[in-house]
């Protein structure tokens, strides 16, 4: 038997922000999180500082991995009420493997110089042991 699913103004979800009670809205979707304040890697306080609000900016700047968005499923208690969700829309960001097209155009240069250090310590050694023998 599927869920009925429930829709929430936000002024309800204001309602649920203390450790008894802690909702989130992540991607005009409403998790009931109570039950996983003190499991949170990054701790309960991190939650609750979001807690009755719209936590999709932080959750996206944290770079929350495959697995941890999996888990939200569990959490799901329903979606905004239309007239309250958000249009705003956020780059997913899924940790350290997701990159821009800005770090990756200047990634070249974060090895240019390790190798020109290389190729100048090889060519120094050559020459010293030359001059010695």
Do not use: C
Not at 30 to 39: A, K, S
Not at 41 to 67: I, N, R, W, Y
């Amino acid at each position: 038997m599927a869920a009925e699913k429930k829709e929430f103004r936000l002024s309800e979800v204001k309602a649920h922000n203390d450790a008894k009670s802690t909702y989130l809205v992540i991607h005009n979707k409403v998790y009931d999180v109570t039950r996983f304040l003190e499991e949170h890697p990054g701790g309960e306080e991190v939650l609750l500082e979001q807690a009755g609000g719209d936590s999709t900016e932080a959750f996206e700047d944290v770079g929350h991995s495959t697995d941890a968005r999996d888990l939200m499923k569990d959490y799901y208690v329903g979606e905004v009420h239309p007239d309250d969700r958000s249009t705003k829309s956020y780059a997913t960001n899924t940790g350290p493997t997701s990159y821009d097209s800005a770090s990756s155009s200047s990634s070249w240069t974060g090895w240019l110089l390790p190798v020109g250090v290389a190729l100048a310590a090889a060519f120094a050694y050559r020459y010293i042991s030359s001059q010695s023998a």
